[in-house]
């Protein structure tokens, strides 16, 4: 299957799931960041959007071990950039219908949570094909470390996912049947 396919029948699937209390274990991912022993506690990560993983307590869980927690804005030209917020901040939502940081202060976070379609046992992913994280994880990773860590349902894994050069390989993936 091409990616478009895969992303047709992916989402489907992900609309006609019942996620409820199948979010992802938060110890999961400290386990990461442990391994890698961040200095910097800057978290990038997303408003929950079109059935994805509910990250919300995640970042609550964040904030008590005080780290600070940043969105994406869109820009022109189809780029992003990550915003300072926090879990009791507002937001408004762009012309694509997600919720958006109201703040101006840029942020550069060292740890990314990436929403994905689908992924393979390879760490690629599939978007939902604008390529937004692909450009703004090129554009970052040449000035700075940055470990991306894509979250989903078991049910995203797919055999394979065909990359182009565009692409960007994730460094972890969490799903919620880790244990």
Same mark, same amino acid.
């Given at each position: 299957?091409?990616?478009?396919?895969?992303?047709?029948?992916? !989402?489907?699937?992900?609309?006609?799931?019942?996620?409820?209390?199948?979010?992802?274990?938060?110890?999961? %991912?400290?386990?990461?960041?442990?391994? #890698?022993?961040?200095?910097?506690?800057?978290?990038?990560?997303?408003?929950?959007?079109?059935?994805?993983?509910?990250?919300?307590?995640?970042?609550?869980?964040?904030?008590?071990?005080?780290?600070?927690?940043?969105?994406?804005?869109?820009?022109?030209?189809?780029?992003?950039?990550?915003?300072?917020?926090?879990?009791?901040?507002? !937001?408004?939502?762009?012309?694509?219908?997600?919720?958006?940081? %109201?703040?101006?202060?840029?942020?550069?976070?060292?740890?990314?949570?990436?929403?994905?379609?689908?992924?393979?046992?390879?760490?690629?992913?599939?978007?939902?094909?604008?390529?937004?994280?692909?450009?703004? #994880?090129?554009?970052?990773?040449?000035?700075?470390?940055? #470990?991306?860590?894509?979250?989903?349902?078991?049910?995203?894994?797919?055999?394979? %996912?065909?990359?182009?050069?565009?692409?960007?390989?994730?460094?972890?993936?969490?799903?919620?049947?880790?244990?």
């Amino acid at each position: 299957m091409n990616k478009s396919e895969i992303r047709k029948k992916i !989402l489907k699937k992900r609309k006609n799931y019942d996620s409820n209390n199948l979010g992802i274990d938060f110890k999961n %991912i400290l386990k990461i960041l442990n391994k #890698i022993k961040s200095i910097k506690k800057v978290v990038g990560g997303y408003y929950p959007y079109n059935h994805e993983i509910d990250v919300m307590e995640i970042f609550k869980k964040f904030e008590k071990l005080n780290y600070e927690i940043s969105l994406p804005k869109i820009k022109k030209k189809s780029e992003m950039d990550f915003y300072s917020w926090s879990t009791k901040d507002p !937001l408004y939502i762009n012309k694509y219908g997600i919720p958006e940081p %109201i703040t101006d202060k840029v942020t550069y976070p060292n740890i990314l949570l990436v929403p994905l379609v689908a992924f393979d046992k390879h760490f690629n992913r599939i978007g939902y094909g604008g390529g937004f994280y692909d450009r703004y #994880i090129r554009k970052i990773k040449k000035n700075k470390d940055i #470990i991306t860590i894509g979250l989903a349902y078991s049910f995203q894994k797919v055999k394979e %996912i065909q990359t182009n050069k565009y692409d960007i390989k994730l460094d972890f993936i969490v799903t919620n049947k880790q244990r």
